[in-house]
């Protein structure tokens, strides 16, 4: 039977989100799957208020990711140091339903250090390591973001890709993505 | 039986983060619940690296996590426009494995608007709504924050509690946390 892969990501705020969906589901059939992406299914928002259609939106996510077998994340750093939250929350739900997590990221520069730029900070550093302007901890554990992220795909068995792309192409660029879809071509049972 | 709830949020980043794990705990046993605290089970750093550490955290706290009933989680934005995405993550996770969610939030500034400031936008905005410097779409859905985030605790019977406190409280205040206990005291079944 062909896996279905959910194909979460911030992908769906491009302006071209639809023709970036369609790129990846093509990518996935050359690779033996069947792509799901979030937008595939379209509601009208036309009867209700945009609050009621952003329920509903999150909704059909919810569905779409239980029909999936597993999920490919697009965890590139969003708006902060950290990935889109919708995807985290999605592949937290993923994984609660027993979905295997892969994800890929757009940058190899690790998650301390595109914190610590991102807080401008210099040498908040105590014996306890490094803190924020509001004396918090910043994660110090080499990973490509939260711990619960890293922790939360490496301990089931799935992988983090990660590589360097053109800075224009941050968002758009499926170069790591295929990567992904080469290893599981051959790696899931 | 006495429910057992998630204490999910960045509070694990602060540095008295074990204090203020007490006081939430406290807050639960007054209102007739358990809490459990992320830091409830320490782990010995000095066998492993750094990575490994990180994984093992996270494979703790996902077993914290299962062994509740309900999450509260909190939300307040954390170092960008958005919650943290460790939380955001357990969240997903715990509704994908049945426990029921609810969330506070220590700012009534709802997500479009934080993600404008945050974004530092004028006037991007076309006949599809608000877009940032990428040409990449603004949630304008008048939600606390991504619609999976709302539409996952709204959708599923939860509800996300929002208040004003003072700026230097931002991560301390307890007084909105106290609230959403107020509430499922009389509320939960």
């Known amino acids: 039977m062909i896996k279905k892969i959910y194909l979460a990501g911030p992908d769906v705020f491009l302006s071209n989100a639809i023709e970036i969906g369609q790129k990846k589901k093509d990518l996935c059939k050359k690779y033996g799957f ?12 036309c009867c209700s208020t945009p609050y009621e259609t952003g329920l509903k939106i999150s909704q059909i996510n919810e569905e779409l990711i239980r029909e999936c077998n597993l999920v490919i994340a697009n965890i590139t750093p ?3 140091p950290s990935a889109d ?33 991102f ?29 619960m992220i890293d922790g939360g795909i490496v301990n089931n068995k799935g992988m983090i890709f990660s590589g360097d ?15 992904c879809l080469k290893y599981l071509q051959y790696h899931l049972i």
């Open 34 to 45: 069947e792509g799901r992406f979030p937008l595939d299914n379209e509601i009208d928002p």
């Open 78 to 80: 969003f708006r902060g």
């Open 85 to 117: 939250i919708g995807t985290i929350f999605e592949i937290g739900l993923a994984k609660g339903s027993g979905l295997q997590i892969f994800a890929y990221t757009n940058t190899k520069i690790l998650f301390t250090e595109r914190t610590v730029r």
């Open 119 to 147: 807080l401008g900070i210099k040498s908040n550093k105590d014996v306890t390591g490094l803190k924020d302007n509001n004396g918090m901890k910043i994660e110090q554990f080499g990973m490509t973001d939260n711990l």
């Open 165 to 179: 792309v053109p800075e224009n192409e941050m968002y758009t660029s499926l170069v790591v993505f295929e990567e």
